[in-house]
């Protein structure tokens, strides 16, 4: 941690010293540390990015490709986001002025908190969520203003909630389904209520829909392509986990016109453009990789069942994750608070998880455990978690 | 709009894909991963054993890491074609050389190609002089030894990368 007190140097901002730092980076400091850990830590695909994508990359860097892009991004990569939006959700963008390419959907995020929110604004987290959420916030000079949300909802938000922490300085409304961390989804009519409040109250809708390729019941609803959501409504989508392309720092923003068009200003003095492989990469996963999305779709559901399966089994309740590669089941039953209990389950038995806490209070009696892993770790780690709770209940 | 909903394959085609990337899973695994009865993947095996849509279950190995010297040799045949068995006859009697790994019908210059494998090179030449060229109907043959091989089966057979992602990332 920086220290206020330095002699050394100036000072350092403020707000980045009240910043909390992320929960999950304690748990990778203590893992990284042991030997012969089972992780189910980790928040990425444990597959490569398909050979075709890299290979597309390869290509453009062999012929020289490596100059900056618009500060758009590549417009070739524009219309295929378009055309991809369009052929799966019946949304419709205009590749010249409402897509911006960026460095993620962090950079996204980070450029639409900055893009949106006058000091003092408001905008609505609901939790548990993504660890960026309120750090781009706050950043951006708002202030978070959390909505918790509960597993016998499936972790959906509703108008109820909302209404009871909406007021005059709200801005905008976070949304990320399929979640990170909980695998949690709405549906085309719970997000329809959403937008008619947000329509009701003039507010923005941010929605992360990042794991929206990996939903294993019912379908991803865009939130954008719901009516009266487009025009208040900012997609932020990228390339990281459908292609298993996390390194290659590729997402994008999709939303009114204006709203871009302010994003792209501060990413052209920040960021200039994001990756130009990366771009190439990107393009070549909209056009050709379709097949190994399935593939893998099919694997992580595959697992998806085994490890829920198995959590039930051994007495740890876990709703049923519908989208995304985590499962989140309730530790309640243990008597141990969700950091105690991954302290005490990654010490005693080698098996990193997330506690549900770095994820936002309402977390505070889940794990998150990733099954972006492979069969037998997922079966070593399901062993390991079942002789710890048999531990702790004698 | 396109149907998204899980863009999965059929039930059946499932339990043979887990299989086929690890033979070893469990009838009990593959019914938690399917979300199915243990009744019914162990049925479903059963009788995808019995009509041979499993042939068998076996290891891949890298004989070459396991220190096992094996010589593998791909060799073109061209042969006469018979009345009413075309290549047939001939393929068949291919086949049950014990050497013999496969046997295929291509198209283009030759006819059949052949997969060999034996201890070392002479048990190689000799079965290609003795065995493989004397049958009848074979009108010429075009051999070409492995140097090296870099995939087989859908495996790799370069050393990768271990998993290298960090242990926890949000």
């Known amino acids: 941690m920086e220290s206020e007190n330095s002699v050394s140097h100036p000072a350092l901002s403020r707000t980045v010293l009240e910043l909390p ?13 042991m030997q012969d850990v089972v992780s189910l830590g980790v928040g990425e695909p444990d597959f490569a990015t398909p050979w075709s994508i890299r290979e597309a990359a390869i290509y453009s860097i062999e012929r020289g490709q490596t100059t900056y892009t ?30 911006l390419v960026t460095v993620g959907v962090s950079e996204a995020l980070d450029l639409a908190m900055r893009s949106i929110l006058d000091p003092g604004d408001e905008v609505i987290v609901p939790e548990p969520s993504y660890v960026s959420y309120k750090p781009c916030i706050s950043l951006a000079g708002g202030q978070p203003v959390v909505v918790e949300t509960k597993a016998e909802d499936g972790f959906a938000v509703t108008v109820e909630a ?26 085309a009519e719970q997000l329809q209520k959403i937008v008619d409040f947000a329509r009701l109250k003039n507010l923005f809708l941010i929605s992360d829909e990042i794991y929206d390729r990996l939903v294993y019941e019912g379908t991803h609803c865009c939130v954008a392509s719901l009516p009266g959501a487009y025009e208040r409504t900012l997609v932020l989508n990228g390339f990281s986990k459908a292609y298993a392309m996390t390194g290659w720092r590729v997402g994008y923003a999709c939303g009114p016109a204006a709203l871009i068009s302010a994003m792209m200003k501060i990413h052209a003095y920040t960021m200039l453009c994001a990756p130009t492989a990366g771009q190439k990469a990107a393009l070549e996963a909209l056009n050709h990789a379709e097949n190994s999305v399935r593939e893998m779709l099919e694997q992580y559901n595959q697992r998806r069942l085994l490890i829920v399966n198995g ?41 990193a998880v997330v506690p549900g806490t770095a994820f936002g209070a309402a977390g505070s009696s889940f794990i998150r455990c990733s099954y972006a892993t492979s069969l037998s770790n997922i079966n070593l780690a399901l062993e390991r978690i079942a002789v710890f709770l048999a531990k702790i209940r004698c | 709009m396109i149907n998204l909903s899980l863009m999965i394959s059929e039930p059946t085609d499932e339990i043979l894909s887990i299989l086929s990337r690890d033979a070893r899973v469990t009838a009990e695994q593959i019914a938690k991963m399917t979300g199915r009865e243990l009744k019914e993947v162990k049925a479903a095996i ?14 891949i190995i890298d004989w ?94 370069v050393d990768s990368d271990e998993d290298n992602r960090l242990l926890v990332t949000p």
């Open chain 1, 21 to 33: 730092p992320s929960g999950i980076r304690r748990f990778f400091d203590i893992a990284a540390a």
């Open chain 1, 70 to 99: 618009s500060n758009y991004g590549l417009l070739e990569l524009r219309r295929a986001i378009s055309k991809h939006l369009m052929r799966l959700y019946e949304v419709e963008y205009n590749p010249d002025t409402e897509i």
């Open chain 1, 162 to 187: 909302l209404e009871k922490h909406c007021s005059k300085k709200t801005k905008a409304i976070i949304l990320g389904y399929p979640s990170n961390p909980t695998g949690g989804c709405m549906s």
């Open chain 1, 311 to 351: 959590f039930n089994e051994m007495g740890l309740s876990c709703h049923i994750p519908k989208g995304a590669f985590y499962a989140f089941p309730s530790i309640a039953s243990s008597g141990l608070s969700s950091e105690a209990f991954a302290e005490k389950l990654l010490y005693d038995q080698r098996v």
């Open chain 2, 46 to 59: 059963e009788a995808y054993e019995k009509s041979g849509v499993i042939k068998r279950y076996k290891a």
């Open chain 2, 64 to 157: 070459e890491k396991a220190g096992v010297e094996k010589v593998l040799a791909f060799i073109d045949v061209q042969v006469a074609p018979a009345r009413e068995v075309g290549f047939d006859k001939v393929a068949f009697r291919i086949s049950r050389f014990p050497e013999v790994m496969s046997v295929w019908l291509v198209s283009g210059t030759h006819d059949l190609r052949v997969l060999v494998q034996g201890d070392n090179l002479r048990e190689l030449g000799r079965f290609v002089a003795e065995k493989l060229s004397t049958i009848e109907g074979i009108r010429a043959t075009e051999t070409h030894f492995m140097m090296r091989r870099y995939k087989e089966d859908n495996d790799l057979f």
